[in-house]
């Protein structure tokens, strides 16, 4: 067993050997631009591209005509959210997102509060889930637009995406959800979840970092999107600029490794991460945050009270997670998406993220639960001790 052990894999996943093995050609012998059209380096590249598109739709439930590549689910978020406010301001500009989502979202729908637009951020119960009665009073006949991501990153929540869609659709709006989390980890069908726009990014998935996805329905009801980046006219002209023909490729393939082995891989990881529940929550005043029914099979987020995580955090070394303390320069901010649950500041600044992953092993998570326990019982020593360490990687 190597050390540290990492246990952050909502922050982001080590590639899959089988994703850089179908990556390498693409980067030497196969290195032609995609849009060559007069000679095989550019076919062949586009070959590789179409192919990863289609591994890409069919883990989703999509058609390949749908997918447009990006830079990552950032990216994709903005342009989602960006784009959709550009071109649909005409019949309304409203939208409707929540408290706990992404920055990449967040940030985004304040970008199009400065360009004019209304933005409800719907707060969630105490479980992380979106109050669906809530939702419904929100939507007005100007709401172009709801956005509610799939699987929450700090707390693993899985939003009740069909409800959602539908109170979406039934006042006229489009639905987009920032699905980073769960597109490979659990079964998500753009169709049967009434999704229109999808953010989707490589490397939360075994594959390479600075690559994404953005799903665009393109039936019932064909949905546009009004480009953030212009140029040559790539992508159906929703996103110009050369494409990652390697980073596609590592994408497609990592998607293709997803469908085939997502449900094997759920069952060993919510396993583990049972046995890493159990036994912390041994602990007195222990306690696990968000709903533990709808969730992602590998997180398990859980506040330590008496404990405060950075000091928790540096004192477990051997370890690699997140904790709900996030330092900025100046002050030591706790975590947004649990405050909104209803956390003390210093139930937030207590919790530990543990995200399992396709590598971990349960010799690993044994580890885990022997070095926490261990620092836990001499906890008091930690209270308050911590430093400005390090960020919570989201
Ligand atoms: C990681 C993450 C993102 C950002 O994706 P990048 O590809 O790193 O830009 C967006 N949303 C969620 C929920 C994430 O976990």
């Not at 069919?58 to 550009?86: H, P, Q, R």
């Not at 637009?117 to 969630?124: D, E, I, M, N, R």
């Not at 659990?186 to 989707?200: E, F, Q, Y």
Request: charged share 25%; proline share 4%.
């Amino acid at each position: 067993m190597n050390l540290p052990i990492y246990l952050d894999n909502n922050a982001t996943t080590p590639m899959d050997p089988r994703v850089l093995e179908a990556m390498l050609p693409y980067f030497t012998t196969k290195f032609g631009n995609a849009a060559s059209r007069n000679h095989p380096f550019g076919w062949v590249a586009e070959e590789g591209v179409d192919y990863a598109r289609e591994q890409v739709a069919k883990l989703i439930g999509a058609s390949e005509k749908e997918i447009i590549f990006t830079s990552g689910a950032t990216e994709s978020d903005n342009l989602a959210i960006k784009g959709v406010f550009e071109m649909y301001k005409e019949k309304g500009n409203h939208i409707v997102t929540t408290v706990t989502e992404h920055k990449a979202v967040l940030d985004a729908c304040k970008h199009v509060e400065k360009l004019g637009g209304k933005v409800t951020y719907l707060p969630v119960k105490e479980d992380g889930l979106v109050d669906l009665e809530l939702l419904e009073q929100s939507m007005t006949p100007e709401t172009i637009l709801v956005s509610v991501m799939y699987g929450n990153n700090e707390i693993g929540v899985i939003q009740p995406i069909k409800e959602i869609s539908a109170i979406a659709h039934k006042h006229g709006a489009l639905f987009m959800t920032d699905a980073v989390q769960a597109v490979g980890k659990i079964p998500v069908n753009v169709n049967t979840d009434g999704i229109d726009l999808l953010a989707l990014s490589a490397h939360k998935i075994y594959g390479p970092k600075g690559v994404g996805a953005l799903y665009v329905r393109r039936k019932g009801p064909r949905v546009k999107v009004t480009a953030q980046m212009d140029g040559g006219g790539h992508e159906r002209g929703m996103r110009s600029g050369t494409l990652n023909v390697p980073g596609i490729v590592g994408l497609g393939k990592a998607c293709e490794l997803c469908g085939q082995e997502m449900e094997s891989e759920a069952k060993r990881l919510s396993a583990l991460r049972d046995k890493l529940q159990t036994s912390l929550l041994e602990l007195e005043e222990s306690y696990v945050n968000g709903n533990v029914e709808h969730r992602l099979p590998h997180v398990a987020n859980i506040s330590f009270k008496y404990v405060e995580g950075e000091g928790l955090m540096m004192a477990m070394k051997d370890l690699a997670v997140s904790s709900g303390s996030a330092c900025t320069s100046a002050s030591l901010e706790p975590s947004y998406v649990l405050k909104s649950l209803g956390l003390s500041d210093d139930l937030a600044h207590s919790s530990i993220r543990f995200g399992l992953g396709r590598f971990t092993t349960e010799e690993e998570v044994d580890y885990a639960i022997e070095v926490t326990k261990n620092q836990l019982t001499t906890s008091a020593s930690f209270h308050r001790f911590g430093k400005c360490l390090k960020k919570v990687s989201t």
